[in-house]
């Protein structure tokens, strides 16, 4: 019976550590007073429930300004320890994450970005100060091809390793039904692509995202052989195509 990654998600309790610590990415992305109401919005909890996770925060180290009435704004987080990186590796991370921003899909390009902000916020102030200012950039003037399916449930559904169903169109324009179990994503310079075991193929194939659509998530669950199915894969891959790897995995099968 076909279901949806998000139907899975739903109706699971929030515990109070994994509240505290939205309120907390709540308060980092905004520079202003975000009110308690707001807060009980976006948790579905009640505004009492959000005073005391401020109240329990403040007492975690987190300097938090305002009161009820009024909004909270994050002024130190000294509720997370600093972050230990050498500059160079800092400038890694920086221009990794500014690289997810400019050739993933949205979902993991806002994820790139508040990974900046929570990175940011636990480092020292001279090195906050310097990733606020790297050097380093990243700037894509031909940006893939946008998936045309949903690359967040597919993400999930590849990490989860349940099994999915897609309609597909090949370069040749034929069109085909799918059934795989999803084993990875790899981004190139003009597409994104699904390496997947394929059962209507019954071998390892590569899909491009901007050529699939109807993605349904099965209830079907192939763990734990995901890992140990991708790293057979993309070895097969390398030797069969040892010079041409790239061009074979971006183009459709």
């Known amino acids: 019976m076909p279901i949806s990654v998000m139907s899975r998600l739903q109706g699971e309790p929030m515990t109070k550590t994994l ?3 939205k309120v907390m990415d709540v308060l980092r992305r905004h520079t202003g007073p975000v009110t308690a109401q707001s807060l009980a919005d ?3 909890v009640s505004v009492r429930s959000i005073h005391r996770d401020i109240a329990t925060l403040r007492e975690m180290g987190a300097v938090i300004d305002g009161e009820a009435g009024f909004g909270f704004t994050l002024i130190e987080d000294n509720a997370l320890p600093p ?4 500059d160079t590796e800092l400038e890694a991370l920086v221009l990794g994450l500014r690289e997810v921003q400019q050739i993933a899909d949205p979902d993991l390009a806002e994820a790139a970005q508040s990974a900046l902000r929570k990175i940011q916020a636990r480092l020292p102030d001279r090195q906050a100060q310097a990733l606020r200012h790297s050097v380093l950039s990243a700037r894509r003037f031909h940006p893939p091809e946008r998936p045309t399916v949903n690359a967040a449930d597919l ?3 590849t990490r989860d390793e349940y ?3 897609f309609d597909y169109c090949d370069a040749k324009g034929s069109k085909t039904a799918r059934h795989v179990k999803p084993l990875g994503l790899v981004y190139f ?3 994104t692509a699904l390496v997947a075991w394929c059962t209507l193929r019954q071998a390892d194939r590569v899909f491009r995202l901007d050529r699939m659509s109807q993605l349904t998530v099965l209830s079907t669950s192939f763990r734990p052989h995901r890992v140990a ?5 993309l070895d097969k891959f390398c030797k069969l195509y040892p010079t ?4 074979v995995l971006s183009s459709s099968q």
């Open 163 to 165: 099994e999915i169903t």
């Open 19 to 21: 509240r505290l610590t």
């Open 189 to 191: 310079d003009r597409s």
């Open 83 to 86: 972050m230990a990186f050498g």
């Open 155 to 157: 993400r999930q559904a």
């Open 229 to 233: 199915m991708l790293r057979e894969a």
């Open 42 to 44: 976006d948790l579905l």
């Open 244 to 247: 041409k790897q790239a061009k």
